[in-house]
C-alpha cells in the first residue's frame, strides 16, 4: 500500500516557466489537498478537493491551478513559476472519519521540494 | 492568516520532563488535530480531538480542547531524544475538510 505519492522529489524552474506537481493516492480517499510549507513555517493550504470533479481554493491560492478529474490524481499546476513559489510542497488525502462524521485524518506525501530562480 | 497558533514557538528540555504546547485557533471547527514533523519529513497525524470532547489520550500524548477559549494543548510525558521534532496543531471546519494548520512548536529534547 503506497499511500500518498508525489512526484517530482525536487524541482528547479526559471522564473515564467510552468510545471505539474502529481500527486497519487491508493486509498480511495475521497479529500485531497495541496500545501506548501516555507523555512521555518507552518503549512499554507493552496488548493483542495472533496471529491472528482470537485475543487475549491485554500489560504493561498493565487498562481496554482488544480483539477480533479478521478478520485486518485490530484495534479498542482504552476503556470508561470515565481521566485515567491519557492518551497516545499505537500500532498495529503483523507476519507470519512471512522465512527464519527467529519473525522478526517490526513495522510501526507514526502513532499516535493520546488526551486524557482 | 492561519487558523491556528502554536505557543510556544521553540520548547528545549531534558529527556524525561514533559512538553506542554498550546494552540488557538478564530473560528468553529468540526475536529482539531496535532501532527508532527521530523526535520524535511512529510507531517505524521499524533491524535485527533473532536468539538464535543474536551480530553483525549494516546499513550504519553494527552491533549485536551476548550472550545470556549478556542484553544487546545498537547501535553507530551516523560519526554524522550526521539521526540524532537516540530509539532502542529491543525483544525478542520464544517465536515471535517479543509484542514489549515498553525506554524508549529519547535521541540528539543537533550539525551
Known amino acids: 500500500n503506497a499511500g500518498v505519492t508525489q512526484t517530482p522529489k525536487f524541482q528547479v524552474l526559471k522564473t515564467g516557466q510552468s510545471m505539474t506537481l502529481q500527486c497519487a493516492q491508493d486509498?480511495?480517499?475521497?479529500?485531497m489537498s495541496w500545501y506548501r510549507q516555507d523555512p521555518g513555517m507552518g503549512l499554507r493550504l493552496i488548493h483542495y478537493s472533496v471529491g472528482a470533479g470537485i475543487t475549491d481554493q485554500g489560504e493561498v491560492p493565487n498562481g496554482y491551478n488544480v483539477s480533479r478529474s478521478t478520485t486518485e490524481d490530484f495534479p498542482l499546476r504552476l503556470l508561470s513559476a515565481a521566485p515567491s513559489q519557492t518551497s516545499v510542497y505537500f500532498c495529503?488525502?483523507?476519507?470519512?472519519?471512522?465512527?464519527?462524521?467529519?473525522?478526517?485524518?490526513?495522510?501526507f506525501g514526502a513532499g516535493s521540494r520546488l526551486t524557482v530562480l | 492568516s492561519q487558523q491556528g497558533e502554536e505557543d510556544p514557538q521553540a520548547l528545549s528540555i531534558q529527556e524525561g520532563e514533559n512538553a506542554t504546547m498550546n494552540c488557538s485557533y478564530k473560528?468553529?471547527?468540526?475536529?482539531l488535530q496535532w501532527y508532527r514533523q521530523n526535520s524535511g519529513r512529510g507531517l505524521v497525524h499524533l491524535i485527533l480531538?473532536?468539538?464535543?470532547?474536551r480530553e483525549k489520550h494516546s499513550g504519553r500524548l494527552r491533549v485536551t480542547l476548550d472550545t470556549s477559549k478556542k484553544s487546545s494543548s498537547l501535553l507530551i510525558t516523560a519526554s524522550r531524544a526521539a521526540d524532537t521534532a516540530s509539532y502542529f496543531c491543525?483544525?478542520?471546519?464544517?465536515?471535517?475538510?479543509?484542514?489549515?494548520f498553525g506554524a508549529g512548536t519547535r521541540l528539543f529534547v537533550k539525551a
Open positions: 480531538i473532536r468539538s464535543n470532547e
Open positions: 495529503a488525502s483523507s476519507g470519512a472519519g471512522t465512527g464519527h462524521s467529519g473525522a478526517n485524518v490526513l495522510t
Open positions: 486509498m480511495n480517499h475521497e479529500y
Open positions: 491543525a483544525t478542520a471546519g464544517t465536515g471535517g475538510f479543509k484542514t489549515i
Open positions: 473560528t468553529s471547527i468540526n475536529n
